[in-house]
């Protein structure tokens, strides 16, 4: 089972922050969260990764709580491109299987 | 350009054949995996291998089969044990070595058996 939860879906304007939580209570010192986006009918790829620091990228901001128990994934401005389903997912490092649950299916309404 | 490839990208099968997926990488990674993803369902890991000539299945591998005699390539077969063939075939690699790693996905292979 994944050991992340997240909501289904969410629709955001286009041009606005794209704020998609995730919640990982049960997440160990030395794991990692990770995130990916899967665009209809294409691989997933990845976005962003972090352990406890926030992080930045080109493409989107990861927020991680002081308690490690949730993190907000930010596109500063999304895009109708950025339609895709977001996976939240905890490893750790040299972990040798990566669950993806269900994700978050972003809906940007133009 | 560097980059993992699947082929092909659509690929039709009678019920009861053999089909073998191609999966090669061009990025020196260790390691290479196959999942299978159905219809508003996450992936589910049918097989990894972090080294040649060695693999372990993952969550569902019956009815799969993979080999790894090349760092760069992966094939997978789905046999005709595999009950539900029909479904979206996907790829990745990465490092091994060292700190955080990332998995990188082929574009997939979208099967049908019937």
């Known amino acids: 089972d994944a050991k992340t939860t997240q909501p289904p879906s969410m629709d955001c304007a286009e041009g606005r922050a794209a704020n998609l939580p995730c919640n990982h209570s049960t997440i160990s010192g030395i794991e990692y969260v990770y995130w990916y986006r899967q665009i209809h009918s294409q691989g997933p790829q990845y976005i962003i990764h972090?352990?406890?620091n926030n992080e930045t990228n080109e493409m989107a901001s990861l927020i991680i709580t002081e308690d490690r128990k949730s993190s907000t994934l930010i596109l500063p401005h999304a895009t109708l491109r950025d339609t895709a389903v977001y996976y939240c997912i905890v490893i750790m490092n040299r972990d040798d299987k990566i669950i993806f649950g269900k994700g978050t299916r972003l809906h940007i309404l133009p | 350009d560097g980059g993992i490839t699947q082929s092909p990208k659509y690929l039709f099968r009678k019920e009861g054949q053999n089909v073998t997926l191609s999966c090669e990488q061009n990025l020196n990674h260790d390691a290479m995996y196959w999942y299978r993803q159905d219809p508003g369902q996450g992936l589910r890991l049918i097989y990894y291998s972090q080294i040649v000539n060695d693999f372990q299945k993952g969550d569902i591998a019956e009815g799969y089969s993979v080999s790894r005699e090349k760092k760069e390539s992966f094939p997978l077969t789905v046999t005709s044990a595999q009950k539900n063939p029909t479904a979206f075939y996907l790829c990745?690699?990465?490092?091994?070595?060292?700190?955080?790693?990332?998995?990188?996905f082929g574009p997939g292979t979208r099967l049908t058996v019937t």
């Open positions: 990745a690699s990465s490092h091994l070595a060292g700190g955080p790693y990332e998995q990188y």
């Open positions: 972090g352990l406890k």
